[in-house]
């Protein structure tokens, strides 16, 4: 696994896919879209577990990546100002569990600019405001306490659009996130159009499957038609 970026202040982009990201957006109207994709990348790509919605949510976008200094986190500001239509915010916040890095007056500017949600390997808050304004976000814990920054200002300690470790997966700008009540799966950009096929193929053959199952079948009926559950 590459190490995180150790060098502050790094502001970089990617290029957007629009259209592959309408395939994605597609398979997750599925049910466990996130458990389709983690099947067809052969069970890699998912998040720790400890990693969860802070309410009833599922999203896709391509991650802008954020690398915050483990023991002096400062508010992703930053990624605000960078962040497009479809993006995904993706946090490595040193797992820290007591100290949010994201909250609803936040959740609040990135929605205006039409990013889509935010995975964070730490903490967030403000769970109640994001929730009325239905702007997810998956993290290991929710917590009061904010960071240094509405006392001190400074804002400059992180580096955008950099490989980083969240979750204990590598995630590089650009990698696509399918997040859902269970947790969160990175498709890395460079196999993506050929996984979201994959997965579309698995969400249709599940639907027909659900459709056989629905007519009364039983485990034996299951096992004998598909060898598998």
């Known amino acids: 696994m590459p190490e995180a970026c150790n060098e502050l202040r790094v502001f970089n982009d990617f290029e957007r896919n629009p259209e592959l990201l309408t395939k994605f957006d597609k398979v997750l109207e599925a049910y466990s879209a996130a458990a389709i994709f983690a099947d067809v990348q052969y ?72 990013i889509r949600g935010m995975i964070v390997d730490g903490a967030g808050r403000d769970t109640d405001e994001l929730e009325d304004i239905n702007w997810p976000i998956w993290t290991r814990a929710i917590t009061p306490r904010g960071t240094h920054t509405m006392f001190s200002g400074r804002k400059e300690e992180l ?19 399918v997040a ?12 993506a159009e ?10 249709d053959r599940e639907v027909a499957t659900r459709e ?16 598998r559950i």
């Not at 960078?82 to 993006?87: A, H, I, K, L, S």
């Not at 969240?166 to 590089?172: I, P």
């Not at 859902?180 to 196999?191: S, T």
């Open 43 to 114: 069970r890699t790509g998912v998040m720790d577990s400890a990693i969860k919605p802070a309410f009833r949510s599922k999203v896709t976008g391509q991650a802008v990546t954020v690398q915050l200094s483990k023991g002096d986190l400062v508010d992703p500001l930053k990624a605000l100002e960078m962040g497009q239509p479809g993006d995904v915010i993706v946090v490595d916040a040193g797992g820290d569990l007591n100290t949010s890095v994201c909250g609803g007056l936040m959740g609040g500017l990135a929605k205006n600019r039409g």
């Open 159 to 177: 580096s955008i659009n950099v490989p980083i470790a969240c979750g204990g997966v590598v995630v590089n700008p650009g990698d696509f996130i």
């Open 180 to 191: 859902d009540l269970m947790g969160v799966v990175v498709v890395p950009l460079g196999i």
């Open 194 to 203: 050929e996984v979201v096929k994959l997965a579309q193929e698995q969400a």
């Open 212 to 227: 056989w199952v629905a007519k009364g079948k039983t485990v034996e009926d299951l096992l004998n038609e598909f060898g």
